[in-house]
C-alpha cells in the first residue's frame, strides 16, 4: 500500500458518522424499511378507536414522523454529499485521462452561478451548431 492509500483507508475508517449515515441510508432505503414504516401506520391507525382518535393520539405518530424526518434529512445529505463528491472526482479523472478534454472542466463544480452560467451558454451554443451542421448535411444527402 502506497502512502495515499494509507490515507485514504485512514479517513474512510476514522469516519464513523459517514459510515453510520452510509448503512442506515442503505437500510432506511429498503423495503423492509417501508414495509416497517407502512407497519407502523397500520398499527397506529388501527389503535385509533381504543384511544377514542384523541389529540394524544394524534400527536404521537406527528411527533415520531417528525423526527424521524428531521433526523433522516441529514442521513440523506451526508450520503448525497459523499456521491456528489465521488461523480466528480470520477469525471475530473476521465477528464484529466482524455487528452483532447479540457483541462479547465476540471473542478467547474466550485465555480460561480455567474461562471455556470457562461459556460452553459457556451455549450449551448456548440449544440445549436451541432444541430446546424446536422440538419446541413441531411439536406445535403436528400
Not at 393520539?57 to 424526518?69: A, E, F, K, R
Request: aromatic share 8%.
Amino acid at each position: 500500500m502506497n502512502k495515499s492509500e494509507v490515507e485514504v483507508e485512514n479517513r474512510t475508517t476514522n469516519d464513523s458518522f459517514g459510515k453510520f449515515a452510509a448503512s442506515a441510508s442503505s437500510w432506511l432505503g429498503s423495503k423492509w424499511a417501508f414495509a416497517g414504516a407502512g407497519l407502523v401506520i397500520v398499527i397506529w391507525a388501527a389503535v385509533g378507536p381504543i384511544f377514542h382518535f384523541s389529540d394524544t393520539w394524534q400527536l404521537v405518530i406527528n411527533t415520531g414522523t417528525t423526527i424521524v424526518t428531521f433526523l433522516m434529512v441529514f442521513l440523506i445529505q451526508n450520503t448525497q454529499n459523499r456521491d456528489a463528491r465521488a461523480i466528480n472526482l470520477k469525471l475530473n479523472e476521465l477528464i484529466h485521462a482524455i487528452d483532447k478534454a479540457r483541462d479547465q472542466m476540471i473542478d467547474i463544480e466550485s465555480l460561480s452561478d455567474l461562471e455556470l452560467d457562461e459556460l452553459q451558454m457556451k455549450y449551448e451554443k456548440i449544440k445549436a451548431e451541432c444541430i446546424e451542421r446536422q440538419a446541413r448535411a441531411r439536406r445535403n444527402s436528400h
